[in-house]
């Protein structure tokens, strides 16, 4: 079993999850997060009152997928495939972590181990 | 807009006296009521308020990273809107017949520089009548943008509601309140759309529904949810417009007494009448009693007692607000089968409820109107009068429907109304404004 966590850009949430549905994959926790990473400044200016504004930490979206092993690949190409289709060529388009996962317990009926993921 | 038929003629012809000889009207200008002029400041302020209303009734109700982008659709339209108004609206709407009376023109009005120290026969100054009008003019393509809020491009929606006021909303406005326009002569008494049944909430229903298809539905829609980002500004902003729309309905008196306080009385009537009847179809329909429900009830109450409240009493007023909130919640219940994205219901909500307070209104009407009517034709039925309501919804309906489409047709070859795929997903207010809604929640 791994945990998969993935940060990606905001807007590109809705394409991801769609993949990751088409790929079998519906169990999933979603966050809004904040981070800096190695995007250029201009990507994530705003503006308030003629004043651009950089900020130091930028508004990402963190994913958090528990797989069996033989779903790992899936969900990552289906993270990577999705990210690439728009603007995935720019810089800061996010990361993709992988980790090993001990242990996953249903709390509704204290199944434990791949069966509760 | 009853006062209006004595109102007008009189204005008109004063001007038509004053325009040769520049002279402003020194012998005997009526004399300010202030009373009226009072009231009537106070419902332009009310109007007004109703705007910012919708911006938060609408913005609560998109995704997060559409929220400004939204409610600048409504911010927008007062900029835009009220330019074009003090430019040309108020000639357009309310000058005398020009064109065959498709709308109307008085060059006194350009600028209002004619209208400086006119003094109305209803004893207001001008400037406050054409100031309450105009906001009329704002929010009627205000609320068009909620049919195809969340994927229109900022720029194109703002050429599109300055061609849309000039020809869709004035030639209307002049065709339903000008003396001259030829629905307020029409049959015994004129079609009766007191405060905008017909000119603001069927033309911008019916004008987003057209938009909302011809633009296509949002990217994901309808299998992905898009939950509303913020229903507590959503209530905030339904507050607001129900407290505004005392000055859209009881303002459209022209006056400061009976007409107003009876307009004022059917307005909360319906208003309530349709929230509960809302919350209780929907208690037997899906069990629970929703907040965006009972703000949708009232929205429905109060659109379909808006061409009605000058002429029903509050038994009229509470069965109208009843039946427009039954028939709006089916449409919207029809809407999910037939798989238009009008977002948030600009059609089913302001066209519907529209349309069926101005056809059914027909049946409620106090008897001392058609009384006046039956004096002015020698005789008037009720289905005389169903008549004269169902030939002004379906002119409503077959002009904004159509000049709304030729709109589109002609302003996408030039400038694209959809916005690109990245913009939509990356949300409105980063692409075309640069900001966020909710910067607060994000530690930065």
Redesign the interface.
Known sequence: MKLIIAIIR???L??V??ALIDAGITRITVS?V?GHGRAKREET????RGQVVI?????NIRLEIAVNDNFVDPTCNAILSATRA??GGLVGSGKIFIMPLEQVIRVRTGEKGPDAI | MKLTRRVLPGLILLIMLIAPSDLLAQDAPPAIDSGATAWMLTSAALVLLMIPGLAMFYGGLVRTKNVLGTMMHSFAAMGIMTVLWVVCGYAMAFGPNILGGWFGWNSDYFLLSGIDETIMPAGIPEYVFSMFQAKFAIITPALIAGAFAERVSFKSYCIFIALWGLLIYNPLCHWVWASDGFLFNLGAKGAIDFAGGTVVHISAGVSGLVAAIYLGARKSFPHLPMRPNNLVMTMIGAGLLWVGWFGFNAGSSIASGLSTAQALTATQVAAAAGALAWIIIEGFHRGKATALGFASGVLSGLVAITPAAGVVQPGGAMALGILATIICYLAIQLKEKLHYDDTLDAFGIHGVGGIVGAIFLTFFIRDSWMNEAAAAAGSWSVIQQLGVQALAVGIAIAYAGLGTLLILFILNKIVPLRSSAEAEMQGLDNHYHGERGYGMTNPN
């Open positions: 905001e807007n590109q809705d394409q999850r769609e809004h904040s200016e705003e503006i308030y900020p130091n930490l930028v508004p728009n603007e």
